[in-house]
Structures are given as structure tokens and as C-alpha cells.
């Protein structure tokens, strides 16, 4: 039983699902919510306070500017889309704290949530607690 205990310490350590995402900003806990697609998808629709910074850029140039001591939840399109890995991986290597958004912006709407950009989705907005 202490392994299975260890899996699933470990798939929450870097896996966030969208209501937690959504919980932490309206809290104001210290995360940063990465669109790691590219700025197009971006554009179109991306969740509320997100940064666009694509998987394919990220380097120690592109990511001088943010601050290490908070944690960054990657996400993409959803489940057919591997990006976030890909930006989470990269993220880890330069250094930070970083957890993946499972599902995606598609998960993040299936659970009623809104998103801005050119084409948003109308659901719940964030409050934040600031």
C-alpha cells in the first residue's frame, strides 16, 4: 500500500486538474498559468492570466524575466496535444517548479470555466482574492 501511496503523491506533485488551477488564482496562490502552444492558439482563446511562452521558445533568454520562486502550470490544447509536456520538461530543466494542466484549455472549458482571446468561451471567471 506504501507504494501505490508514493504514485500518487508523485502524480500530484506535477499534475494539477483545471478546478484546482482555477482555485489557486482566485486565492492568489504563488502560480503562473503557461499557454505553451503557439501564439496563434494563444490568440484565439487562452485561460484568464495566462503568459504565452510556446514550448519552441523557451530557452534561458525567454525565460530570464520570470521569477523561480513561483510554481508554473503548463497547459495546450488537451489530451491530443503534447505540448505542455514539452514546455513543462524544458521548464524543469531551466530550473522551475512547474506542474501540467491535465486536459488542457479543452478540459478547462469542459469544467465551465471562460477563457479570453479573439474567440473566448463565456463560464466561470476568476475572483481573484486579491
Not at 494539477?16 to 482555477?22: A, R, T, Y
Not at 489557486?24 to 484565439?44: C, H, M, P
Not at 519552441?56 to 491530443?80: A, F, N, P, Q, S
Request: charged share 30%; proline share 3%.
Amino acid at each position: 500500500m506504501q507504494k501505490q501511496i508514493e504514485f500518487y503523491e508523485r502524480k500530484l506533485a506535477y499534475e494539477m486538474d483545471p478546478s484546482d488551477v482555477f482555485h489557486a488564482l482566485e486565492n492568489s496562490q504563488s502560480i503562473v498559468v503557461v499557454d505553451t502552444r503557439q501564439s496563434f492558439g494563444y490568440e484565439k482563446e487562452h485561460i484568464p492570466t495566462a503568459i504565452n511562452l510556446p514550448h519552441r521558445e523557451m530557452d534561458e533568454e525567454t525565460t530570464k524575466h520570470l521569477d523561480r520562486e513561483k510554481t508554473y502550470v503548463c497547459y495546450c490544447d488537451g489530451i491530443g496535444c503534447n505540448a505542455s509536456t514539452k514546455g513543462a520538461l524544458k521548464m524543469t530543466k531551466l530550473g522551475f517548479k512547474v506542474k501540467e494542466l491535465i486536459g488542457g484549455i479543452e478540459w478547462w472549458k469542459f469544467d465551465g470555466y471562460a477563457t479570453e482571446g479573439k474567440n473566448p468561451v463565456k463560464g466561470s471567471k476568476i475572483q481573484c482574492a486579491c
